[in-house]
């Protein structure tokens, strides 16, 4: 099956300082990327959509300018978390898939704490 | 705005029992359905998936689904401890991107 991979698994970091989180996809060309946000006991909130060469698509209520989202290359896609703060800590999924398939393939997660 | 709606539990079984998780979906013209599994701490991973009304098997898991009721459930046949879980309904927010709006998933208890 199609293989995401998302780096680092956990980072901890100090308030005010900037986080990237990596989401690869193996074996396959993503022209999708998806980032989610879980706080503990809920859901998946999704944050944005990114695709390959362009700017990425925030759900509203997220800020564009704090989640900085690249999706440079087919199999690559960053999120930076600038200027991060205790209230950001969470745990962020991406997904990946392609162009005219339903079903995403999720990364391992990322659990960043701010302190 | 599509919704997906769980009771979000917890939902205790004894193991061995069948467990039943329902999910309801606001959006009529959905036509795909995804129930993922999420252990504490780990990432969703895809138990089933179902387009068609009826029931679709697949070893001790049945997913249902009812468009007309706009309702999807999922069974757990012979529960065991290790389906103790969180389990998420999810449809697609737009037509063939990956992109997937859940639901608040419901917790799975199954006791031994």
């Known amino acids: 099956g199609a293989v995401v991979s998302q780096h680092p698994s956990w980072v901890i970091c100090k308030s005010g300082t900037s986080v990237k989180i990596e989401c690869r996809s193996l074996?396959?060309?993503?022209?999708?990327m998806f980032w989610y946000r879980q706080f503990p006991k809920q859901s998946l909130m999704l944050m944005a959509t990114?695709?390959?060469?362009?700017?990425?698509?925030?759900e509203q209520g997220v800020e564009k300018d704090k989640f900085l989202i690249n999706h440079a290359s087919l199999t690559l896609s960053t999120l930076t978390v600038t200027s991060a703060h205790p209230e950001d800590s969470s745990f962020y999924i991406c997904?990946?898939?392609?162009?005219?398939?339903?079903?995403?393939?999720f990364g391992q997660g990322t659990r960043l704490t701010v302190v | 705005q599509k919704e997906v709606e769980q009771n979000s539990g917890p939902l205790s079984v004894p193991e061995g029992a069948i467990a039943s998780l329902n999910c309801t979906y606001s959006?009529?013209?959905?036509?795909?359905f995804f129930w993922y599994r999420q252990y504490s701490g780990k990432s969703p991973e895809l138990i089933m998936f179902?387009?068609?009304?009826g029931d679709k098997e697949d070893g001790r898991f049945t997913a249902q689904l009812n468009k007309a009721s706009q309702y999807v459930s999922l069974l757990i046949r012979d529960s065991q401890p290790s389906d103790s879980a969180t389990y998420l309904c999810?449809?697609?927010?737009?037509?063939?991107?990956?992109?997937?709006?859940f639901g608040q998933g419901t917790t799975l208890q199954v006791k031994p």
């Open positions: 997904s990946a898939s392609w162009l005219g398939n339903t079903e995403a393939f």
């Open positions: 074996d396959f060309q993503a022209t999708t």
């Open positions: 990114s695709n390959e060469g362009s700017k990425a698509t925030y």
């Open positions: 959006d009529r013209g959905s036509q795909s």
């Open positions: 179902i387009y068609s009304n």
């Open positions: 999810a449809v697609p927010g737009s037509s063939n991107t990956g992109k997937l709006i």
